[in-house]
């Protein structure tokens, strides 16, 4: 049961310090790039310094062929397992990887780093710009998906890794996924994308717009330098979360979850305050959200997200995005994912066989809505531990 | 093509004396209901003075048999043809009602009211408050559909009309429809509810909490007395309607009417302007809607609609909701309406089969959503023609 929250204008200004300090000076590795290796972005200029914050579990190999690349989602992170520095929660996949998990640490080396654009580490708007030693704020260029693989494929690099056993992630990390697969194709020798799409549909976008508008709308939000003076737009942030949150289940899940179950009371008290379970539900989960993530950052990855379009990069044709791809591909989708549908998979599923790729699909059946990939989904962890053992053999992987 | 709208939060503030105007004295016909005849509350008290503000068209019969109840949606009013005297636009349902229209002003006397709670004459928190002169702001208790329901019953008193052809509505409209013929079975000789459903779902709650919260979490709220100076939640409104409107839409339609396309601008901009004409579409609905709607009656209506729940206020038993009911039913759910899904109307059909009574249903193929009741779909037309010459026939109309 969640506490209950009278209004989320009421949550109390605990924005902790060590958040802030995060985007620096993170609690994880972090891979520094100096003046000599700019990154290029689709922006048109250079950013350096940048720096990419990462984690690491399990061992690589002698032959460096048992990577694993985790791409997270909009509001993941590098702490894939293990916990938080800022929440001290669990990792955001526990359930998925560890020793003896689907992603097996025993057997394969894991990496996943925090996106660029991020505030966990990983250069974000959150991060201090070296040429006057204040947070970036809106003056960081707009990244894209594009990009955050660029700078990923950097820190492989910096960790010399020539090829990826795998590159995996749900989400956004599936449009990664896919990103490192049409971009670098001779590094990745499987891939892995889950509840996910080549593009961003006009509804996706528009549920993103909202959320935009909602931080923007908070007059705590001063244009993006709430840092200058402390402020913080966590109302509108909050209201951002909750409307995403939303598309993250389904309805059935909500209706299964909490129906039309009241709060703490055994009647409707004719009033606004969080009366029914999934109201309070809601408004713990934007009062959360704004303790351990930074709005600006919100607004660069949606649009990172809302930009993501593989085909058009591509003449049009998604198939282009994979001609003569030696990848071997599976990609997942759930039934009740109504943020990435099925059809979206399929469609991906469509253009890698038209470009003869070798490629798998598997539509899980749940109610669980696009958060599936992260919770217990037994066929889900099933079909991860089939393919990459098939990989792992087809690679010569122990 | 609409036009770009920078932020919701720089939309110039003409929101016009007009509409604080139609709170109390509308453009519409007004029944006035003084001390004499209070309206009995569902929250426990009684509402004394009130008044209901309505639209009539066409011609009530001798035997005052033709009267059709036309029941508005969340952000609806009683112009349901004819000119708004705020927005200058036509009615909200110009192509359903009128002369030789599906809903017949030749044939029919065809009566709109504003919903109990509005802010477009109706006693609404936007009304005065007759105890000290200004607007009730949240001191008017919280009401329901059953509320706005028995102020209607007591409008039909008011104009003579002892039992309706039919009452209709989609969306919040087909929920009045239903409690009509639940509270009032034999007042109500058909009932044709569309787009509805019998309860608000989980997932319609949690949207509708998005949208209060961010009414609520705009500082120019203040606790609902934004009237006080002047003051107006213009930016949490707006963000509230956007939210909505995704939900009013199918991921099919906006894919057709906007797809990825750009806003007036061949490449994207690396920036938070609205470059695809989805965020713009939806900041000019966001801008709009604040100039024709009060910010206290979206939280009070919504409210209305989250509480309703026809089974639970019989017993846990929809069918009890029906028992021995002469009415005629007519159902109408839309293949794309996420809000009110096909499976919403079923259960009502269900109910409805279960207690004998006459009832036909139809679920209609269209790609356009929930808002397909307001569009221009031939099946609707049809369905409702022929319903209301049937409904006609039976009970003697000419």
Redesign the interface.
Known sequence: MVNDVT???TIAGNRTEAMKREADEPHSEVARFGAGKPLQL??GVELSPFQIAYTTHGTLNAARSNAILICHALTGDQYVVGTHPVTGRPGWWENMVGAGKPIDTNRFFVICSNVLGGCMGTTGPASKNPANGEPYG?SL??VTIPDMVRAQSMLLDHLGIEQLLCVTGGSMGAMQALQWAAAYPERVFAALPIAGAA?????N???H??G???V????DWKGGIYFRDGSFPR??L??AR??AH?TY?S?SA??R????QLQDRSA?T???D???Q??SY??HQ?SIFVERFDANSY?YIT?AM??F?LA?DHGGVLANAFKKTKTRFCLVSFTSD?LF?TAEARQIVHALNAASASVSFAEIETDKGHDAFLLDEPELFDIVRGFLNSAARARGVA
């Open positions: 209004r989320i204008d689709d922006a809106l260029p707009v593009r961003h549909s006009a509804q976008i528009a549920f717009e909202v935009r508008q909602a923007m709308a908070d007059p109302r509108g909050a209201v909750m409307a939303i289940l309805d909500l209706h979850k909490f129906g039309r409707i004719f009033g606004f969080a009366d029914f999934v109201e809601l408004r934007g607004l649009r809302d930009y379009d058009a109504w549908p």
